[in-house]
């Protein structure tokens, strides 16, 4: 089965079920430990990124913190 999902902002498609574990790999995130991940505008927690599926018409952001500060 096809579905379509967006990933930041681009339309993918995507063949069978997957969780978004498998979907950071698919997409070649680097250091995924460190990105958060929304799904549908909702924070997903890390130690559920194995159990949340995505489906059709689902819309998922990796987003990046990146550490700082004044020189």
Known sequence: MKMKIKVN????EITGEINI??????NDVEQPDM??????????ERDVFESTS???????????????GVN
């Open 9 to 12: 902002g681009e339309e993918k």
């Open 35 to 44: 990105v958060s991940v929304q799904l549908n505008g909702e924070f997903v």
């Open 54 to 68: 995505v489906k059709e018409n689902d819309e998922v952001e990796f987003l990046y913190f990146m550490g700082g």
């Open 21 to 26: 574990t498998t979907l950071l790999k698919e």
